[in-house]
C-alpha cells in the first residue's frame, strides 16, 4: 500500500552498513559480531538522544500549553517563546548539589532514577515506526512486541517504590506505596485492554497489529480504547491520577528527596512517559503508521502521536486530582468491569465471525465484518457509558450532620 | 445525564485555548514581554515608523526578547508598605502606637524647645515601625487625629534581615510622600493617585485645605 522509503534507520541496516564496512577494511566473516555490536551501539545513541530531546522539547510544549489552557503564560522568557526554558532547567539541575540523605539506602537510591528511565526507553525499540508494509521497527521486530511492554513497564512500580523506600522520608514512602498500590492495580485493565486488542490481531507483535487494523481499533472497540487510555494515563501518573506525587499533599512524593542530577533522570522519564504511551496508543488503536500515501507513514505516526499527546494534556489541564480510594474503586470496579465486559464482547462477535465465515486467509476479520462490529460495539460502547454514569452519579454521597465541639461550649454545663 | 460535568470542564480548557479573548487578561510581573507597539508607545513614535527606524529591536520583541517593566494595576486605595508621614502635621500625640492591634509603633518624644508656653508640638526622636510583625490593617491611619500618618503604595520590600525591616524615623521622612488614598477621602476628591506616581505635600494631605489668613484670623484666637 505505501511507499517503502528506501532507507530506514534500523537496527538491520545498520548492521548491514557495518559488516559492509568491517569486510572491506578486510577483516575475516568470523568479526559479524561485531557488526552487530555497533549497530545495536549506535542505534541506542541515536533512540536515547532523539527521545531525550524531544522529552526536553514537550516539557516545554506541556508548561506552554497548559499555560494557555489556564490561562497563564508558559515558560516565555528564555529564548523566542522560552524554548530554551528545557535546557535552562536541565543546566540548573545539573549544577546543584547532588545530595544524598544520611538515613537513605544509597545504592537503592542512586538506582532507582535508572530504574525507572531504562524501561520508559526500552518501550521505543519495538514500536514500528516504519511503514506498516515493511515491518520495521527500531531496533527489532520482536514476535512477543506487546508482551515485551506489558513486562517492560511492570519495572515502573518497582522504581518507585525504590525511590520512595531507599529516601527514608515519610512523604516519599507515601506517595510510593500510594504508587505501588495503583500502578499494580490499573496493570490489570491495561492488560485486558491490550487483550481485547490481540484477540483481533491474533498476533503479539506490533507490526502484525498494525498489519491487521484494516479498521481501526479505535473504531472497533472504543470500550478498549477507553479502558486502555484510563489506565495508561494511570501508569504514568498524570494529574487525574497523580496520587504518586500530589505536590499539595505530599510534597512532590517519591522524589521529594531527589536533587540534581538524580531529579533530571527522574523528571526526565516522568515527561518521557506521554510520549512512550502515546506511541504504544498510536500503534494499538490508531493503526500505526497507517495513513494516505501522499505522507510516509512515519509522518502519520507522528501526527497520531501529537493528537495523543495533545488529548493527554487537555485532560491533565482540565481535571483535578482524585482520592486514592476514588482512584483504586476506579480501576477495580469501573475498568476491570469494562475491560471484561468487552474481551467477552469481542471474543463473542469474533466467534459470530468464524462461524458465519466472515475471516480472511490468515486469520484475521473482513473489512466490512469489522465495520459492522464498529457499529455494534460504538452503540454498546455508549449505552454502558450512559448506564454506568447514572449508576455511579445516582449514588449519593452522605455528608456528616457537623456536630458542635465540646470545646463551643466550654464553661457552660461544663465541670 | 451523569458525567456530562467533566466535559464541560473540557470544554471550558479548550475555549481558554483557542479565545485569543481570554489570553488578554494575563498580567505578566515584574516585567512583561514588549510588542512592537509597547515599543513605538514608550519611544512616542507611532508604530510604523518606529518599525522602520528600529528593525532590529522589532525583529528581538517579535521574537519575544524585548521586555518592559510594568507595574501591576493596583487600587489607590491600596494599603502598601511604605508609609508616608508628614512630620510637620505630626504633634507626637502617639495615637498610633496606642491603636497598633500589635504594638509595633514606637514612639520616643521630646520638647522642641521652640515656643513652648505656646505649646508648640513635641519633636519625634524615635518613630519604629516594624513592617516586618505589621498586618497593614491601617487602624493607625484611621487613629491619626492630625492626618499626619498615610499608608503608602508599595509592595516590593523585600529585605534580608527582619532588622531592615524596621522603618526608623529618618526613614520616614526621607521617603517618598506618595500616600494611598485608603481612609483619606479628601485625597479621592482631589484625584489624588499614587500608582502613577503623584506626591503630596502636607498641606495637601490634611482634612482641611491650609485655610486662608482671615480664615485663621477668624477660628484661632487673638494671643
Given at each position: 500500500m505505501t511507499p517503502t522509503p528506501a532507507f530506514f534507520i534500523s537496527f538491520y541496516t545498520l548492521r548491514d552498513l557495518f559488516d559492509n564496512l568491517i569486510q572491506s577494511l578486510g577483516f575475516?566473516?568470523?568479526?559479524?559480531w561485531m557488526a552487530g555490536l555497533l549497530a545495536g551501539i549506535s542505534i541506542s545513541f541515536l533512540i536515547i538522544n532523539v527521545m531525550v530531546m524531544s522529552t526536553a522539547f514537550y516539557t516545554w510544549f506541556e508548561r506552554r500549553m497548559i499555560g494557555r489552557f489556564q490561562v497563564r503564560r508558559g515558560p516565555?522568557?528564555?529564548g523566542p517563546f522560552g524554548i530554551l526554558q528545557p535546557f535552562a532547567d536541565v543546566l540548573k539541575l545539573i549544577m546543584k548539589e547532588d545530595t544524598i540523605p544520611d538515613a537513605a539506602d544509597k545504592p537503592v537510591f542512586t538506582l532507582a532514577p535508572i530504574a525507572l528511565l531504562a524501561p520508559t526507553l526500552m518501550?521505543?525499540?519495538?514500536?514500528?515506526?516504519?511503514?506498516?508494509?515493511?515491518?520495521?521497527a527500531f531496533l527489532s521486530n520482536l514476535n512477543i512486541g506487546i508482551l515485551f511492554i506489558v513486562g517492560v513497564t511492570s519495572v515502573n512500580s518497582i522504581a518507585i517504590f525504590m525511590a520512595g523506600w531507599g529516601s527514608r522520608n515519610k512523604y516519599a514512602i507515601l506517595g510510593s506505596m500510594r504508587g505501588a498500590a495503583m500502578l499494580i492495580s490499573y496493570e490489570i485493565p491495561m492488560a485486558l485492554g491490550i487483550t481485547s486488542v490481540l484477540l483481533l490481531s491474533g498476533s503479539l507483535a506490533m507490526t502484525q497489529i498494525v498489519q491487521s487494523q484494516s479498521i481501526w481499533f479505535i473504531l472497533v472497540m472504543p470500550m478498549g480504547f477507553f479502558v486502555f487510555m484510563a489506565a495508561s494515563t494511570a501508569e504514568m501518573s498524570r494529574?487525574?491520577?497523580?496520587q504518586i506525587e500530589a505536590e499539595s499533599e505530599?510534597?512532590?512524593?517519591?522524589?521529594?528527596e531527589y536533587s540534581g542530577i538524580k531529579f533530571a533522570v527522574l523528571f526526565l522519564a516522568e515527561f518521557m512517559a506521554p510520549i512512550v504511551t502515546a506511541a504504544v496508543v498510536t500503534t494499538l488503536?490508531?493503526?500505526?503508521?497507517?495513513?494516505?500515501?501522499?505522507?510516509p507513514g512515519g509522518i502519520w505516526f507522528a501526527i497520531k502521536m501529537f493528537v495523543l499527546i495533545f488529548l493527554l494534556l487537555w485532560v491533565r489541564s482540565t481535571w483535578p486530582r482524585l482520592r486514592i480510594d476514588q482512584i483504586m474503586g476506579f480501576a477495580w470496579k469501573i475498568l476491570f468491569g469494562l475491560g471484561l465486559f468487552n474481551i467477552f464482547l469481542v471474543a463473542v462477535e469474533f466467534m459470530v465471525a468464524v462461524e458465519l465465515g466472515h475471516t480472511k486467509d490468515d486469520g484475521s476479520l473482513t473489512t466490512e465484518y469489522m465495520l459492522i462490529m464498529a457499529a455494534v460495539n460504538w452503540m454498546v460502547t455508549i449505552i454502558a457509558f450512559v448506564i454506568l454514569a447514572n449508576f455511579v452519579g445516582k449514588k449519593k454521597y452522605h455528608r456528616p450532620e457537623p456536630t458542635a465541639s465540646p470545646l463551643a461550649n466550654m464553661g457552660i454545663g461544663g465541670d | 445525564m451523569y458525567g456530562l460535568g467533566l466535559f464541560k470542564g473540557l470544554g471550558i480548557t479548550m475555549k481558554n485555548l483557542v479565545?485569543?479573548?481570554?489570553?488578554?487578561n494575563i498580567v505578566q510581573y515584574p516585567n512583561r514581554r514588549a510588542s512592537p507597539f509597547d515599543l513605538a508607545k514608550v519611544d512616542n513614535q507611532n508604530p510604523i515608523s518606529f518599525i522602520a527606524t528600529h528593525p532590529i529591536k522589532t525583529l528581538r520583541s517579535l521574537l519575544g526578547l524585548e521586555t518592559l517593566v510594568d507595574r501591576m494595576p493596583?487600587?489607590?486605595n491600596f494599603r502598601g508598605e511604605e508609609f508616608a508621614w508628614y512630620d510637620r502635621r505630626c504633634?507626637?500625640?502617639?495615637s498610633c502606637a496606642k491603636y497598633c492591634p500589635l504594638g509595633i509603633i514606637k514612639i520616643v518624644t521630646g520638647t522642641s524647645g521652640v515656643n513652648q508656653q505656646e505649646g508648640q508640638s513635641y519633636d519625634i526622636d524615635v518613630f519604629d515601625i516594624d513592617i516586618g510583625r505589621?498586618?497593614?490593617?491601617?487602624l493607625c491611619v484611621e487613629a491619626c487625629p492630625y492626618d499626619a500618618l498615610h499608608m503608602g503604595s508599595?509592595?516590593?520590600?523585600?529585605?534580608?534581615?527582619?532588622?531592615?525591616l524596621v522603618i526608623n524615623v529618618d526613614q520616614l521622612k526621607a521617603a517618598?510622600?506618595?500616600?494611598?488614598?485608603w481612609f483619606r477621602p479628601q485625597l479621592t476628591d482631589r484625584g489624588h493617585d499614587p500608582i502613577k506616581g503623584s506626591t503630596a505635600d502636607w498641606d495637601q494631605v490634611?482634612?482641611?485645605?491650609?485655610?486662608s489668613l482671615e480664615d485663621q484670623g477668624e477660628r484661632w484666637a487673638k494671643r
Open positions: 575475516g566473516a568470523s568479526f559479524g516565555n522568557r528564555n518501550i521505543m525499540i519495538v514500536i514500528p515506526f516504519g511503514t506498516y508494509a515493511s515491518d520495521q494529574t487525574p491520577f497523580d505530599l510534597g512532590s512524593g517519591y522524589n521529594t488503536f490508531l493503526g500505526g503508521s497507517q495513513g494516505f500515501d501522499f505522507l | 479565545s485569543p479573548s481570554r489570553q488578554f493596583q487600587h489607590a504633634t507626637g500625640c502617639a505589621c498586618m497593614f490593617c491601617g508599595g509592595f516590593e520590600e523585600g529585605k534580608y534581615r527582619r532588622s531592615d517618598e510622600k506618595k500616600p494611598s488614598t490634611g482634612r482641611h485645605e491650609k485655610p
